[in-house]
């Protein structure tokens, strides 16, 4: 069928068409796409029309465009998760079918920056546990974790044992986590973290900061998880009111 036959716009047809190609296996993860004059001339259409297409599927990390190289199909997410449920990466991971595993970075007890106790008032802290961990998803770097928690709320020796911060602190101090407040921003380069999870220099990372509540709105751990957006993607549910 010409994609000219088709009443939508051309470069929305161009989206669904090129997309389609990936699905069915013409185009694999991490090829190189047609030039813009040979996808053009295929697809019957203007190569200011193939731009606007592109730059649309680049937007949903569908493709990846490197400027005097070429557009290139970025890997599809193994996993895809909503955010709506306060739930484990664990879990996540799990949930794709894939084997979930921790690896123990550092733990450090640190002097709270003043950002850190604006973070966690109205408590008055003086201390944190600051405990660093890269998860797995069948062996493979996915994740990295940085688990910020008050002082005595979970034992030292015991914060790098077990996947589950949340059910060390339950069961040492009584606290359950109810609730998180959660942001997510894109980190295009960061030395440390891009090394740890084996990124290539161009590639992104989702950065998914939340700060963790008792049911009584206490504020009893901030984590800033670092997500490969090659293996994640994070979706919300929106309704209308």
Known sequence: MSIKSDSRHLYLQVIDRIKQDIENGLYSANEKLPSEFELSKKLGVSRATLREALRILEEDNVVKR????????????????GIEELTSVTHMIEKAGKEAGSQYYSTDIIE?????????????????????????ADGKPVVFCIDKVPQGLIPLEEAHKEDSLFKIMEEHSGKKISY??????????????????????????????????TEDDEPVLYSLNYFRSDVFSFQVLRKRI
């Open 66 to 81: 490197k400027h005097g190289v070429g557009t290139f199909v970025n890997p599809k997410p193994i996993v895809s998760s």
């Open 180 to 213: 998180a407040i959660a942001y997510i921003e894109p980190v295009s380069y960061h030395e440390k973290i891009f090394n740890v999870l084996d990124c290539e220099f161009d590639q992104s990372l989702l950065l998914l900061k939340q700060m963790h509540y």
């Open 112 to 136: 709270p920056t003043e950002e850190d106790r604006l973070k966690f008032k109205p408590n008055d802290i003086t201390q944190l546990v600051k405990i660093e961990r890269i998860r797995t």
